[in-house]
C-alpha cells in the first residue's frame, strides 16, 4: 500500500473538511465555549473528543477522518 505524500493527505482532508463543514462549526463553537468559561489551557484533543461525545457525525466519507485534529487546529491558526 502506498503512502500518501502529505500534498495528498492535505488534499484528502480537504474533500472531507468540505463534505463535512459542521464538525468545523463545532470545534469553533466548544472552543470558543471553553475560553468564554475562562479556560486559559485546553487541548484540540479535547475539544475533538467532546465533538465525538456531544453529536452524531453522519460522514460521507471516514477514510480521512482517522487523523483529522491537526487539521482543524491548522485551520484555526489560519496556517492551512
Same mark, same amino acid.
Do not use: Q
Given at each position: 500500500?502506498?503512502?500518501?505524500?502529505?500534498?495528498?493527505?492535505k488534499?484528502a482532508?480537504?474533500?472531507?473538511?468540505n463534505?463535512?463543514?459542521?464538525v468545523?462549526?463545532?470545534?469553533e463553537?466548544?472552543?470558543?465555549?471553553a475560553?468564554?468559561?475562562?479556560?486559559k #489551557?485546553?487541548s484540540?484533543w479535547?475539544?475533538?473528543?467532546?465533538?465525538?461525545w456531544?453529536?452524531?457525525?453522519?460522514?460521507r466519507n471516514?477514510e480521512?477522518?482517522?487523523t483529522? #485534529?491537526?487539521c482543524?487546529?491548522n485551520?484555526?491558526?489560519g496556517?492551512?
Open positions: 500500500m502506498k503512502r500518501m505524500t502529505f500534498s495528498e493527505k488534499e482532508w480537504w474533500e472531507w473538511h463534505a463535512n463543514p459542521a468545523w462549526d463545532y470545534f463553537k466548544f472552543s470558543l465555549d475560553v468564554r468559561r475562562g479556560t #489551557k485546553i484540540h479535547l475539544i475533538i473528543n467532546r465533538i465525538r456531544e453529536v452524531y457525525i453522519d460522514t471516514t480521512s477522518c482517522s483529522p #485534529k491537526g482543524w487546529v485551520t484555526a491558526s496556517s492551512t
